[in-house]
């Protein structure tokens, strides 16, 4: 079974914040995944912007935030641009390689309705890029993950960058077959993949898993929301998947034939042929962040 908090849903226990200073980030098992190639540098910074009111205010404290702000303002992060920068991931005793991409707008996370919309950046592109550009290179294969807003630590949105847990990818092709090839059929999908938990070692979670052959020019917040249209069943409205989308992680590991899978899960999925397995709302797992 997950771990789990005192409120019944798995919490990232594990995650800690340490030397948010300048542009060192450390994120305690940030969600690492394996890097996923792309052969153009991410588009130009796009218009428009997320709503405070919804996505947080710029004047947030928050320590990821505040950081991303000082080293881009000083052009002093690993990567630098006009819509993200890369930062460090966590400074694990592992010595596993592990970035995380930041954006430059002010959104608290993956519930921000903006980062769904045709303005927003693709954010999902430029991880999977610069984590195949030094200084950020990221040992292959490459994923990419964002924690659902109970996971996290931090209330300024961060993609992942990090080598795929090899049992957790071994899972995942061993069962592509049950995989969906379409948005609709990815709600209904149930897979059972092995993670890692600092806690309880070595087990299993349900996912739903996607294979897609690309996601330059898709947005993978806004797919992921469709989506729970379809799971939410008969009369569902995108406003009823937004409300959901915070319960949410995305994971995205390179298939070894080429494409990717795309995994969500969150603490409620079950699998109805095996009411032992339960849904989790961190990417962590998957992840090469512990031993």
């Known amino acids: 079974m997950p771990e789990t908090a005192a409120d019944g849903l798995s919490r990232r226990h594990f995650v800690r914040a340490s030397g948010l200073t ?31 009111t919804v996505c947080g205010s710029p004047n947030s404290m928050d320590r990821l935030w505040v950081s991303m702000q000082r080293c881009h303002g000083n052009n002093s992060c ?40 045709s303005h927003a950046p693709n954010y999902w592109d430029a991880a999977a890029y610069f984590a195949t550009r030094p200084p950020t290179v990221v040992r292959t294969p490459v994923g990419l993950g964002i924690n659902s807003q109970r996971a996290r630590t931090f209330n300024q949105l961060h993609i992942h960058m990090a080598t795929a847990r090899p ?53 993978l917040f806004d797919m992921l929301r469709t989506m729970l249209v379809h799971a939410l069943g008969q009369g569902a409205t995108v406003a009823d998947a937004q409300e959901q989308m915070r319960f949410q992680t995305l994971i995205v590991i390179p298939r070894t034939s080429g494409g990717y899978f795309i995994v969500n899960s969150e603490t409620q999925l079950r699998d ?14 998957l992840l090469l962040l512990h031993p």
């Open 22 to 52: 300048g542009a060192g980030v450390v994120l305690s098992t940030a969600c690492q995944i394996p890097a996923l190639a792309s052969d153009t540098p991410p588009p130009p910074p796009t218009a428009g912007g997320p709503d405070p």
């Open 272 to 285: 109805p042929n095996n009411h032992q397995l339960a849904g989790t709302n961190t990417c962590d797992p």
């Open 167 to 219: 049992v957790s990818r071994n899972d995942l092709e061993a069962q592509q077959s049950i995989a969906a090839r379409n948005i609709p059929d990815w709600a209904h999908t149930r897979v059972s993949v092995r993670g890692f938990s600092e806690q309880l070692g070595v087990l299993p979670h349900v996912y739903r898993v996607l294979i897609w052959p690309g996601f330059s020019h898709d947005n």
């Open 78 to 117: 690993l990567q630098n641009g006009d819509d993200y920068v890369v930062m460090p991931g966590n400074n694990n005793t592992s010595g596993y390689t592990n970035f995380i991409l930041v954006p430059t707008q002010r959104i608290n996370g993956i519930e921000c309705p903006w980062i769904c919309n």
